[in-house]
T-cell receptor, first 111, second 112 residues
Framework: DTAVSQTPKYLVTQMGNDKSIKCEQN?????MYWYKQDSKKFLKIMFS???????INETVPNRFSPKSPDKAHLNLHINSLELGDSAVYFC??????????FGSGTRLTVV | GDSVTQMEGPVTLSEEAFLTINCTYT??????LFWYVQYPGEGLQLLLK?????DKGSNKGFEATYRKETTSFHLEKGSVQVSDSAVYFC???????????FGTGTRLQVFP
């Protein structure tokens, strides 16, 4: 059983399109996150949700909108995609204090 | 703000060599410290952690000691294997924040 699963694994799309990435965790964790990893492997937090409530929003453009229908799911919707959005997006969950479990990532390529 | 600084890579070693990847941090108070590993094409996996000064985290032959006096958390392994080739990330978080702050990652390449 995959603890944190993301779909799709790869996403290629044109500029201006809207796309969503889905994430589900079966660990019973209360907190979920989205991280962005750029081409130089740098990882930066985008959002965190605790039990469906937004906790962290790291000055991400409002084209990015997370949605948490329940504490096991955190989806990321991106409007009007731009070339600079190309990256690997990681979902993660935790019970607290940095002990994260990461998904395997979604590689987004905007052309 | 809080930050983590790692040595730049890639670090290239022969199998069975000794590994050190340096990590220093800047943070107020007493953060928890972590090493994560990312194998090619995969997500990050927690390798080890330490939550207070002088704690030593260890896993799979890797170890790191939380040194508050030098604000460091260097990763070491006595004898690396080809299968250890990956990107290693040092990270910190504060109690109650749940926000992991990562270093830039260090790529390790081990050759037979």
């Amino acid at each position: 059983d995959t603890a944190v699963s993301q779909t799709p694994k790869y996403l290629v799309t044109q500029m201006g399109n809207d796309k969503s990435i889905k994430c589900e965790q079966n660990l019973g964790h209360d907190t979920m996150y989205w991280y962005k990893q750029d081409s130089k492997k740098f990882l930066k937090i985008m959002f965190s949700y605790n039990n469906k409530e937004l906790i962290i929003n790291e000055t991400v453009p409002n084209r990015f909108s997370p949605k948490s229908p329940d504490k096991a799911h955190l989806n990321l919707h991106i409007n009007s995609l731009e070339l600079g959005d190309s990256a690997v997006y990681f979902c993660a969950s935790s019970r607290g204090e940095g002990g994260y479990t990461f998904g395997s990532g979604t590689r987004l390529t905007v052309v | 703000g809080d930050s983590v600084t790692q040595m730049e890579g890639p670090v290239t070693l022969s199998e069975e060599a000794f590994l050190t990847i340096n990590c220093t941090y800047t943070a107020t108070g007493y953060p928890s410290l972590f090493w994560y590993v990312q194998y090619p094409g995969e997500g990050l996996q927690l390798l080890l952690k330490a939550t207070k000064a002088d704690d030593k985290g260890s896993n799979k032959g890797f170890e790191a000691t939380y040194r508050k006096e030098t604000t460091s958390f260097h990763l070491e392994k006595g004898s690396v294997q080809v299968s250890d080739s990956a990107v290693y990330f040092c990270a910190l978080t504060h109690r109650g924040t749940d926000k992991l702050i990562f270093g830039t990652g260090t790529r390790l390449q081990v050759f037979p």
